[in-house]
């Protein structure tokens, strides 16, 4: 079945490091990829997607692309700051699924001052 | 100017109760949802409907019976709590049909069961 894997926080950095969020997928076909974020007592906000092998997803300096040969969707970010402070959340959708999101287990990040 | 709202926002009651928690979106999207997240921030998704019909339903015990009233209202009704049932819900809603459309998500309900 389809099946998403991402770091396991918590990830803590300083301010204005640079963020990798590791995520692989196992799906079969072309699923699209999604990163979701979930800041404190709120419900979960689309962060960028990808509908196609390359494609890269972009929002708000972070960065994700689409790679079918490592079947993978890493999220990226130059220069962290506190206000990112969130859970985030890789997800696919496979065609044929019935619209059914299938999430990762969802990394917590921490950034300080 | 809400997209996905549900109400209330927390629950608490005890066990053996039955309680709704309702949810409506005003999006015009035709598919809407139900999510568990659990103590450690795992989502799974319990239900699906689209226009209206039940497409998905994941292994839910049958004490959960969402009723879908329209499109844009997808409510859940939870008979005999338990604790384990202790959760925060979270509502979504999508229009389909193109590839790769996000759902959005309302802020949750958070049941604590005493």
């Not at chain 2, 139900?34 to 339903?57: A, P, R």
């Amino acid at each position: 079945g389809d099946s998403v894997t991402q770091m396991e926080g918590p990830v803590t950095l300083s301010e204005e490091a640079f963020l990798t969020i590791n995520c692989t997928y196992t799906a079969t076909g072309y699923p699209s990829l999604f990163w979701y974020v979930q800041y404190p007592g709120e419900g979960l906000q689309l962060l960028l997607k990808a509908t196609k092998a390359d494609d890269k997803g972009s929002n708000k300096g972070f960065e994700a692309t689409y790679r079918k040969e490592t079947t993978s969707f890493h999220l990226e970010k130059g220069s962290v700051q506190v206000s990112d402070s969130a859970v985030y959340f890789c997800a696919l959708k496979r065609r044929g699924s019935n619209y059914k999101l299938t999430f990762g287990k969802g990394t917590l990040l921490t950034v300080n001052p | 100017d809400t997209a996905v709202s549900q109400t209330p926002k927390y629950l608490v009651t005890q066990m053996g109760n039955d309680k709704s928690i309702k949810c409506e979106q005003n999006l015009g999207h035709d598919t809407m949802y139900w999510y568990k997240q659990d103590s450690k921030k795992f989502l799974k998704i319990m239900f699906s409907y689209n226009n209206k019909e039940l497409i998905i339903n994941e292994t839910v015990p049958n004490r959960f019976s969402p009723k879908s009233p329209d499109k844009a209202h997808l409510n859940l009704h939870i008979n005999s709590l338990e604790l384990g049932d202790s959760a925060v819900y979270f509502c979504a809603s999508s229009q389909e049909g193109l590839q790769g459309q996000p759902q959005h998500f309302g802020d949750g309900t958070r049941l604590s069961i005493l």
